[in-house]
């Protein structure tokens, strides 16, 4: 039952962030420190399994393994909703460079005609 607290307040914290601060330097660091943690979690879970299952065990999870799984969903979502925004800003700059080139590039018409 914990767990699923954790996870649902992860997915909506790191929803809420990306939504709010996506594309700003404090959003990039915390992306940085996120990846970061969760790779030294990788490391101490390979190395030290018994510790593993006993943070599962204390969360409500059965096992060390199972834990590592809903993380990677979590992390998984993220990376997803990263890319999404990324996208959506590059689309962004994409239009705003095709209208400035047009607007430059445009020519008036002739009233011979």
Known sequence: MLI???LI????????LFLR???KSKTAAGVKLGFAVFMIFGVLAV???NEVSK???????????????YGMIVAFGFATINTFLR???LELRYAKL???VALQNAT???DDH
């Open 47 to 49: 190395l030290l399994p």
């Open 4 to 6: 699923q607290i954790l």
């Open 55 to 69: 943070i599962a065990n204390f969360l409500g999870v059965g096992r060390g393994t199972d834990l590592l799984l």
């Open 9 to 16: 307040a992860a997915t909506l914290l790191l929803l809420l």
């Open 98 to 100: 095709v209208r400035a």
């Open 108 to 110: 008036v018409p002739d």
């Open 87 to 89: 996208f959506k800003e």
């Open 21 to 23: 601060h996506h594309g």
